[in-house]
């Protein structure tokens, strides 16, 4: 079309009105890339993109393609204004001091901060927050991040990543990546000063981003990065909020966990390894039945859950390097990180829920000999504790009358208490080996290395909108499903790492904590398959439950 005069017409421009202020203050133009735009992603400088009112999306509208899903309900957006209002803490039952000035956090920060605060303050009013890996630490993690930022996106991070999880959000998963990215900075930069005063701030980040860590090499460093810390702790390990861990750790000897080398299994070992299998396998398969028989439908299905995984196990073969042992063990690990939160805030005082987290917790523990590289460190160790308080619990729960409850959880313990004493006697014997009374080195802290091997990474990997090396998606289907008689296979998210079995189309009112529902709490819910790859044929939005808390539209995870 010509234009005024004859020529031809100029081309519109479309002016970025809802761009990032550092994109304006460059006076370049804006992608609008939600959490992040691209030019900051290059630039690996913080995007307030993600804080700006016109960025954020009402709780009561859909999701967006662009946007997290964070679950919003009108009762947590109500709840989140007047806490940014007040600056009042909510959690009555969360001890958290100092705390961090609330009124200054954007609203999705304080709904990702309000998710896992509501999730451990439901563990502490209950009594249950030793049953789980990750709830009883993090009151001491939210009163670190009151002055050390770097912790706070630690945090932030782990929060959106376990609500990706929940509502199989992409967009979420990458808002997870930006705060790791930025947390994983601080903590290069924390390591670089590191002092007395700043080391329960590199440990609590570290510990949080090696719990969300999906791929090998990010975790091993950072876990490797873990115990460098502590080693340079010990002289005022006593004095740190985490004084209980760094003595749980201190004994075992720092490998570094980048050993590729292997050796062939012998016979001997095959057969020891397939007996640890069968164990668990038998033990599982008595559960069951009393699981059905009491109506434990959702409890019964994550049974069934690992009872698959332990075949895919058998079906796999042993892994020979580290690095193969980290692909095998990765869902495991997963779980034992969510599945518990999930069962308990359902059932918090139900003895069956907890035989059933219990043998998620000693399979941990059985499998840790086919692991030798990782298995202490990547899911026993954290896992002894919990089963211990669970035997404690159910083992107390026996009354007088002897009845046939009674028995049957008393029974379907006993291979759970088994596991644990076994563990704990070999993890002495290791100790011993270690070496307890061996004087630690002072000089230096050997962080330079550390802080090395995390410059190198954030130089030398990129994953997208990702900063961080350890956030990177992580193949998890160490062996076709479809192998395996009985196993239905699916499409796998690679920003969820959560490979597919089947859907489970129901609602459930039990618990927000799981992307698995219960059919034995709502009717079916027929939904059509939906086109955007990561959406695996869910409906948009989540379930509120009586308690406030949000329950995920259930999905099975494998």
Known sequence: MAGPGGGPSRRSHTKSRKGCKTCKKRHIRCDETFPQCRNCTKHQVRCDYMDSPAALVPPESPRSPQQPNLLWTPEIDATIEQWRHTGVWPFEHLPVYPQPQWRLFPKNDLRLVHHVATISNEMFSHHTSKLTLWTDMMPKFLSIAASHPFVMHSILAFSASHLAWISQSSETRNLAFHHAGIALKGLHEGIANFTKLNSDAVLASSLLLAWQATDWRGWASLVTGTKTVIQAMQAWR??????????????????????????????????????????????????????????????????????????????????????????????????????????????????????????????????????????????????????????????????????????????LIQYPNEVATSYKTRREWMRQQAGEGTPVPQTPYNLEALNMDLQNQLAQYSFGQSLSPAFAPSPLSFFPAASLPGLASGPTSPYLEVPRTSVDLTYSTSSYTSPLGSPATGPPYAVPEQPHPFSFGMPPFGYQNPSGFVTATPIWTN
């Not at 980048?258 to 057969?271: D, H, K, L, V």
């Not at 460190?377 to 026996?398: D, K």
């Open 238 to 411: 006593h004095e740190s909020m985490f004084a209980e861990y760094i003595a749980e750790q201190s004994p075992f000897p720092g490998n570094t966990f980048m050993n590729q080398t292997y050796s062939p299994i012998s016979p001997e070992t095959r057969r020891e390894h397939s007996n640890i299998l069968s164990d668990i396998q038998n033990s599982l398969a008595r559960l069951q039945p009393y699981l059905s028989l009491t109506r434990h439908e959702q409890e019964g299905k994550w049974v069934e859950h690992l009872r698959n995984y332990i075949e895919r196990l058998r079906a796999s073969g042993a892994a020979q390097t580290a690095e193969e042992q980290f692909g095998q063990l990765y869902a495991l690990r997963k779980w034992l990180f969510w599945v518990p939160i999930s069962l308990l805030a359902a059932k918090h005082g139900d003895a069956t829920v907890l035989v059933v987290l219990a043998h998620f917790y000693a399979t941990a523990l059985a499998l840790e000999p086919m692991f030798p590289e990782i298995g202490a460190v990547f899911c026993a160790n954290r896992s002894l504790g919990p089963l211990e308080e669970i035997v404690l619990l159910v083992q107390g729960y026996q009354n007088p009358s002897y009845d046939d409850r009674t028995q049957s959880v008393s029974y």
